[in-house]
């Protein structure tokens, strides 16, 4: 008995392939278009004034020097560029902030897809990540520019990881990547701890070889991570970047979310 033959198709069709950035596509036009009243925020004041106490050429020196004890100069550097582009029109602002999360949500979508090798779940995690809704703030305080660039640069820094071929010039891309992140956003701290991850669950097989590049990155990290603690080190209480890194500071720390969420009354 001869049974008919049924071809499954084992690819998408071609227009099935931009159905999840149209969706994504959407989801970002309608959230845009709730923040559309958005002005300059408390933080923008405070910024706009100090990027006028220095030179553009100032400020892409503090993004290149190994000091740590400038804040944020990737950050401050794009409010400079964007006062000499845009003056004081708040608009502009909000369309390269929107800009740049849009393009997060695009490498969103490309670091999942290459991790789970799913576009469906690569879509779900990429909508998800295109309205927060606990982190509104990216879409009307410029002031938010240091997480998005830190996120992008951050992002990026994974799919440089991840490639398959680890060369020497990748690695040295990646902690160029990673220097820049950390002078846009502290938390930066912890890509190279990503990066441990993604060789320990993702990669493939491990080759120690690569493995081992890991130690650049790190040395990297520890170093700017220590300069940036001495330097920021305050003896005055009063100062807006005082730091006192001691257990019971991080212990009255935590009391304090304790009491505010479950009404206790420790110290």
């Known amino acids: 008995m001869v049974y008919p033959v049924i071809k499954v198709p084992t690819e998408q069709p071609f227009s099935m392939?931009?159905?999840?950035a149209l969706c994504i596509g959407v989801l970002l036009l309608f959230t845009f278009r709730l923040y559309t009243f958005a002005y300059f925020w408390l933080d923008d004041f405070n910024n706009l004034h100090w990027i006028q106490q220095w030179s553009l050429l100032d400020g892409i020196g503090h993004v290149f020097?190994?000091?740590a004890q400038y804040f944020r100069p990737v950050g401050m550097l794009v409010y400079q560029i964007a006062f000499q582009v845009f003056d004081r029109d708040p608009r502009p602002y909000h369309w390269l902030m929107w800009a740049i999360h849009s393009l997060n949500v695009a490498i969103i979508y490309i670091v999942l897809k290459r991790f789970t090798e799913s576009r469906a779940g690569a879509a779900v995690g990429a909508m998800l990540f295109a309205c927060p809704p606990m982190f509104n703030d990216i879409f009307w305080s410029?002031?938010?520019i240091f997480e998005l660039i830190?996120?992008?640069l951050f992002f990026t820094g994974m799919l440089l990881w991840q490639r398959k071929s680890r060369s020497l010039a990748v690695v040295l891309a990646s902690c160029a990547v990673f220097i820049l992140a950390l002078k846009t956003k502290e938390m930066a701290i912890t890509?190279?701890?990503?990066?441990?991850?993604q060789d320990v669950l993702l990669r493939r097989p491990l080759k120690?070889?690569?493995f081992g590049a890991f130690?650049?990155?790190?040395v990297v990290g520890a170093w700017y991570g220590l300069q940036k603690l001495s330097e920021m080190r305050s003896p005055d209480p009063?100062?807006?970047y005082y730091m006192d890194v001691r257990g019971i500071v991080m212990g009255r720390g935590f009391g304090f979310y304790f009491n505010t969420l479950f009404e206790t009354n420790l110290k």
């Open 17 to 20: 392939r931009f159905a999840p």
């Open 215 to 218: 130690g650049l990155p790190g």
């Open 150 to 152: 830190g996120a992008l």
């Open 208 to 210: 120690w070889k690569e």
């Open 238 to 240: 009063n100062h807006p």
């Open 191 to 197: 890509l190279p701890a990503i990066w441990l991850l």
């Open 65 to 67: 020097s190994p000091s």
């Open 142 to 144: 410029f002031g938010m």
